[in-house]
DNA sequence: AAAATAAATGTAATTTTAACACTAAAAATT
DNA sequence: AATTTTTAGTGTTAAAATTACATTTATTTT
């Protein structure tokens, strides 16, 4: 250990508190889970833990909602620190939050298994514990923001989608209806998507035209920081 | 103390870092502290200390940057924590920066009193310890942002300003050279400036209207989420 | 056979952005 | 005293992006 002075200083418990948004094809919901321990055991809560000393943060985001979730291979993104005094009343604890964005359809089977795990429609989710509807609203204005920065559709998607499926999901995003013919005609300008022969036949017998992301121009325009407003 | 078993968790050292952006009318600068402890003592280093346990982070921020510069109501916003397992050769830390604007001439009879404190232009900053320049490059892509989600002029300049610092200010944030012409207009056209009488006579004996922000006007549309591209 | 649902497609009007040059006042230089 | 340089101030036009908007086709349902 180099030499240091910072012995005097105080030290505090790290929390890492995961806000997983999913979509369905028409609702944005998130990710909770019933508290089993106290304080508050029983309760809805964010998916949290706390950092270990031999981690980083990015790490313990992983490795707790792994341990809560069965989820693997999430991105995650750190959103805010919360560090009111009596945010938890049994002790002082500071939490860091981390979002990611999954689908909900490729990832549901893991996830049912879990037991006190739950999908509620962002809108109808119940209450709280601690300041955890606070972080929630953070995390829903950075995905807002992010959503308009450039496309999502990555995560939140399968990896074959639907025209309609995309603005769906930007629309529930955003809280707003969407034009279609403008929905299409901006997202085909962007000229990351690749159309694909396969249709699918889920909604209509007709079937509606598949699409994928094209990973390389995409991380190409993403590095020149293009902006994807609708 | 309610029941709780958070007992057998690992505790942190928790750091605050402070980035603190100024402008003289020409140059981006950032302030800087020797550092007076080990380790890495008398190298350069943000503006740092750790948070107390019975503080938030904001108020952990204000009170170290005013322990170390004298500067006092500084209005800071949380960026970003860095957590690399060995980011601190000394201990196990993990750092939550901060970043504010301020303008220069304002606030400097303060800063300089504090003796091994510095302003440099960002162009030509010391190398920093740890991770500090890391930190900076995430301050400085967030400080850009910031200037096109909406205008920054409130604390970079004085009360009262003219066009051309206020576009010099935006030149030197975003690294380009901007249209005088179309600068005007733009900002003219956000209807948050208030023409004053009176005019600056410090760069030219013509005199150039000054300008103060119509913070009411501006406080509606930041409620609306305006974006201010420039 | 008629009505209803989902998919696909293009154009014109409006708004926003970008490019661009001169005049006036005063100071500095010759 | 004349010339050049610096700073301030001001509008127009072309190009690009955004918005508003309606019909046809395939298929299923009644």
Chains 1, 2 share one sequence.
Request: proline share 3%; glycine share 4%.
């Amino acid at each position: 250990m180099v030499l240091n002075n910072y012995s005097k200083e105080d030290k505090v418990l790290l929390a890492v508190d995961c806000i997983i948004f999913g979509f369905d094809n028409e609702e944005l919901k998130i990710l909770l889970v019933q508290r089993d321990f106290e304080p508050e055991k029983g309760k809805w809560s964010l998916i949290g833990g706390f950092l270990k000393k031999e981690e980083n943060l990015d790490k313990a985001a992983i490795r707790i909602l792994h341990h809560l979730t069965g989820l693997n291979n999430i991105y995650m993104e750190q959103v805010y620190i919360f560090s009111k005094v009596d945010r938890d009343p049994a002790e002082r604890t500071i939490s860091v939050t981390y979002y990611a964005l999954i689908d909900i359809a490729t990832h549901d089977e893991k996830i049912l298994k879990q037991n006190p795990i739950q999908w509620f429609n962002l809108k109808d989710a119940p209450k709280l514990i601690f300041d955890h509807s606070l972080m929630v609203e953070k995390a829903i204005a950075r995905l807002r923001r992010r959503a308009l920065g450039k496309p999502i559709g990555f995560e939140l998607l399968p990896e074959k989608f639907t025209m309609r499926q995309l603005q769906k999901l930007y629309e529930a995003i955003l809280e707003t209806k969407l034009d279609k013919r403008n929905f299409i005609n901006k997202v085909i300008s962007q000229d990351i998507l690749i159309k694909l022969d396969e249709k699918d036949m889920t909604s209509s017998k007709k079937g509606a035209y598949l699409f994928k992301f094209d990973q390389e121009k995409y991380n190409r325009k993403v590095e020149d920081g293009f902006n994807f407003k609708i």
